[in-house]
């Protein structure tokens, strides 16, 4: 498991926070830091992302706070939608438990069922209307609505697009020096992850494909395989926890 713009303590957040190995972790343990990680509040996420990214037998995650729980982001898989869960319900998760459905967990935390109470609802209502002269009523149900900020909407074919296209092309990278990491975006939408080590020598290099979406009215560059990569503008790309500015 490691870090992604996060004091060492978890206490703050920010770009100048270096990621960090933390190794293999127990349940306990994660579920420490995952207490610590939902305290962010919206307003101390403007302008940084810190997340976890952890690993189990469900796959490769990043982990992000929201609203006091987690959204659990498969970091192989930018078309999947976010899985926003409590922090105690994370390692389990990971381990390849399956959740328990909201109607179980909300019994065993002492809280009536949602399904329940809208029934005697609808039935006392029903009752209610047969025995008024003349009385219509009219009942609509909507379920409850995802949360646009986990959706991506699509980019029409037009200038923006193009603009988007325009900006995401080139290369960008997170610095010169040894374990810096690079993007190369081409027009034709394929895109190149490298990843350098001591003496600039390449530890890794990976190729995917990639479609340009918006997400809350951000460009973010959907992959396969490297994730969800976002345009914050055109010399800076913001992927994995970390800030890539284009290069010459």
């Given at each position: 498991?490691s ?6 303590d978890?206490?703050?957040a920010g770009a100048e926070h270096?990621p ?17 990680l ?8 403007v302008d940084a992302?810190?997340h976890?990214?952890?690993?189990g037998?469900?796959g490769?995650?990043?982990?992000r ?7 659990l982001?498969d970091?192989t898989?930018a ?7 409590t922090a105690p ?8 438990c ?6 179980e967990?909300?019994e065993?935390?002492g809280?009536?069922d949602?399904?329940?109470t809208r029934m005697?609802l609808?039935i006392?209502?029903l009752?209610?209307?047969t025995t008024?002269v003349g009385?219509?009523?009219?009942f609509?149900?909507r379920?409850?609505?995802i949360d646009?900020?986990?959706?991506y909407?699509e980019v029409?074919p ?5 603009s988007f296209?325009?900006q995401?092309t ?5 610095g010169?020096?040894d374990?810096?990491?690079m993007?190369i ?5 394929l895109?190149r ?10 530890v890794?290099e990976r190729?995917?494909?990639y479609?340009?979406a ?7 560059a ?9 345009l ?5 790309l913001f992927y ?6 284009r290069?010459?």
């Open positions: 498991m870090t992604r713009q996060l004091a060492p978890l206490g703050a270096d960090r190995d933390l190794g293999q972790l127990g349940a306990s343990q994660l579920n420490s830091l995952l207490e610590k939902v305290t962010f509040t919206p307003d101390k996420l992302d810190p976890l990214v952890v690993s037998r469900r490769r995650f990043l982990v706070p929201s609203r006091g729980k987690v959204r982001f970091a898989d078309t999947r939608d976010p899985l926003e869960i319900e994370v390692a389990d998760y990971l381990d390849g399956e959740l328990k459905p909201v109607a967990a909300a065993a935390a809280v009536p949602a399904t329940n005697g609808v006392a209502l009752v209610l209307s008024m009385a219509s009523a009219y609509t149900f379920p409850a609505t646009a900020d986990v959706r909407s029409t037009g200038a923006q697009l193009v296209q325009q995401f080139g290369t960008f990278a997170t010169t020096g374990g810096s990491r993007l975006f081409s027009a034709g939408k895109v992850f490298v990843e350098h080590g001591p003496n600039h020598v390449v890794d190729n995917d494909t479609q340009i918006l997400r809350e009215n951000t460009p973010v959907r992959t396969i395989h490297l994730g969800p990569i976002d914050r503008d055109a010399k800076t994995a926890g970390e800030t890539y500015t290069q010459p």
